[in-house]
């Protein structure tokens, strides 16, 4: 099967292609999905890019080994990746909390270079340290829904909880973010005007 | 919803934005360890639908056609044995006695072809 880049091809067919042998389907699948399942992981993981990437493939060999046996229809690769994905840095968070509890709540204050006029980055990293003090289930779905693009029902899935339970955490984690950040909006530069 | 409510959801929107741009991306090294497990994990090429197996008799069959076939020939080959046995004689009269010379009592005169020919013999010696 020929693919391109811009292929709208779905990830199930790219991925039952791949049950059938289909290399190129796995090089399509790699590129598409390495990028979310990386995001997702190093914001669930406090910003720890190589723990997240050791997630990220480890995630991804999940999947090419559940591929011959894929049932479709019954899950979104994405949703089935991002349960995955949780399942692994809950339980690296649970072990790194037994060692050192800091190293996840970093505080906001902590974020590199919290001054007035802070580049968009600094505004990024200021946000993974808010969030970084979240409850894990907050985080995920704050996560999930505003940087990954997820739909709610989507989030649900990943969670294992109904979908307004899913709108009630977004809604505290929001609240929660607010607060937390809204200390910092002049420092960070945030223009309201 | 207030003034503060909205510059706040304005605000967080702006973290999310920068959060968006601030996505990891991932390095060539991760890509390639993924695809070296991809490459490492890949089940055999599904096998192109090959037809099954088929017996001899299956094979005879399929080459003269099927079943119609069979039942055209069948029906050939009875017909051949019944002129085989029954018509020999007539067989070799039409060909004239060629088939089996000298076997026949029916070989060809004049008259067989042309009847009138021996009446008009009689007719000549009637009138001469």
């Given at each position: 099967m020929a693919f391109d880049a811009n292929s709208d091809v779905t990830d199930e067919a790219l991925l039952v292609a791949y049950g059938n042998g289909d290399a190129e389907a796995a090089a399509m699948l790699t590129m598409r999905l390495t990028p979310r399942v990386l995001g997702f992981a190093a914001r669930?993981?406090?910003?720890d890019r190589a723990e997240a990437e050791d997630v990220a493939q480890e995630a991804m060999l999940r999947l090419w080994k559940v591929a011959p046996d894929w049932r479709q229809g019954e899950a979104k690769v994405t949703t089935w990746?991002?349960?995955v994905v949780k399942n692994l840095c809950t339980d690296r968070l649970r072990k790194r909390r037994g060692v050192d509890i800091d190293a996840i709540a970093e505080p906001a204050d902590d974020?590199?270079?919290a001054v007035a006029g802070m580049i968009e980055a600094d505004r990024a990293a200021a946000l993974q340290a808010a969030l970084n003090q979240l409850p894990d289930r907050q985080r995920i779905a704050v996560t999930l829904r505003h940087l990954d693009g997820a739909s709610n029902p989507e989030i649900a899935e990943v969670l294992e909880i109904s979908v307004e339970a899913v709108e009630s955490l977004t809604a505290r984690g929001k609240r929660a973010l607010k607060a937390i950040l809204a200390g910092k909006r002049e420092e960070l530069g945030y223009d309201e005007h | 919803m207030t003034n503060t409510d909205r510059d706040d959801d304005k605000m967080l929107e702006s973290f999310f934005e920068a959060g968006r741009a601030d996505a990891?991306?991932?390095?060539?090294?991760?890509m390639a360890r993924i695809l070296a497990d991809a490459q490492a994990n890949m089940p055999a090429p599904a096998p192109i639908a090959t037809p099954a197996r088929r017996g001899l008799l299956a094979g005879l069959l399929a080459a003269v056609g099927g079943w119609p076939s069979v039942a055209t020939m069948a029906t050939a080959a009875v017909a051949g044995v019944w002129l085989g046995f029954v018509q020999p004689d007539a067989l070799n009269s039409l060909s004239g006695g060629t088939l089996l010379p000298g076997s026949t009592a029916t070989a060809y005169e004049v008259d067989d072809l042309i009847?009138?020919?021996g009446s008009f013999d009689v007719l000549l010696t009637e009138e001469g």
């Open positions: 669930m993981l406090g910003g990746l991002y349960r974020a590199p270079g | 990891p991306v991932p390095s060539q090294d991760l009847p009138s020919y």
